[in-house]
């Protein structure tokens, strides 16, 4: 069964270093998702992708964080720089296409920043 | 704003019990809703799922029905495993492809 795949699984960084989350969707599917899943909270999305293109980074907090889907198939999620409160799980989702459909989801980055 | 509730956890039952964790939703229009579970150190696998009013989602014995009246979809399971142990997340969508979360709550069955 094809698979959302994420890397790394873990990461410890230090505050005001950089970061970088990789997604590899299921293949064909053109809508990817990034969430911020805070410990004891619900995910909360922070972008959007429509093929290479943002369809909604509205929480995305852009002085610091970045994501690009170059070619439309995988993606990066970027923290520069990395602060306390970023410690979370970020979760990368993708669907075949936009709108009411299934998200299926990676096992996610867990993030602990120092 | 568009927003899902969850009932607080943990959830502590037994194994073989019955099982209900609430959720009600506010929403503008007429979402579809979702049960995704989460075990722990993993991501989120979809449970089940209910487009429209009165649908009834269900999937390895949960259930959930979509009730547009009491704005609710409620999980339910006859008899819980220790292996649904596990957080539990309500979710809405609209055609816009955002999914919008409850906090979850944490079910927690003992042998």
């Known amino acids: 069964e094809a698979e959302v795949a994420q890397s790394p699984r873990y990461k410890i960084t230090e505050k005001s270093q950089a970061v970088a989350f990789w997604c590899d969707p299921i293949?064909?599917?053109?809508?990817l998702y990034w969430y911020r899943q805070i410990l004891g909270q619900g995910p909360e999305l922070l972008v959007q992708f429509q093929d290479e293109s943002v369809v909604d980074d509205s929480q995305l907090p852009k002085d610091r964080f970045s994501a690009e889907r170059l070619k439309g198939v995988d993606s990066t999620l970027k923290i520069q720089p990395a602060e306390l409160g970023d410690s979370a799980m970020y979760l990368c989702a993708s669907t075949a296409s936009e709108g009411g459909e299934t998200q299926y989801f990676g096992p996610g980055t867990r993030l602990l920043v120092l | 704003g568009d927003s899902v509730t969850q009932m607080e956890g943990p959830v502590t039952l037994s194994e073989e019990a019955f099982l209900t964790i609430n959720c009600t939703y506010t929403?503008?229009?007429?979402?579809?809703l979702f049960w995704y579970v989460q075990y722990p150190g993993e991501g989120l696998q979809l449970l089940l799922k209910a487009t429209k009013a009165d649908d009834k989602g269900s999937n390895k014995g949960f259930e959930a029905t979509y009730r547009k009246e009491t704005t609710s979809f409620h999980l339910e399971k006859g008899s819980v495993q220790v292996s649904d142990s596990a957080v539990y997340f309500c979710?809405?969508?609209?055609?816009?492809?955002?999914?919008?979360f409850g906090q979850g709550t944490t079910l927690q069955v003992k042998p």
């Open positions: 293949s064909g599917h053109a809508t």
């Open positions: 929403a503008t229009g007429y979402p579809s």
């Open positions: 979710a809405l969508i609209f055609n816009t492809g955002k999914l919008i």
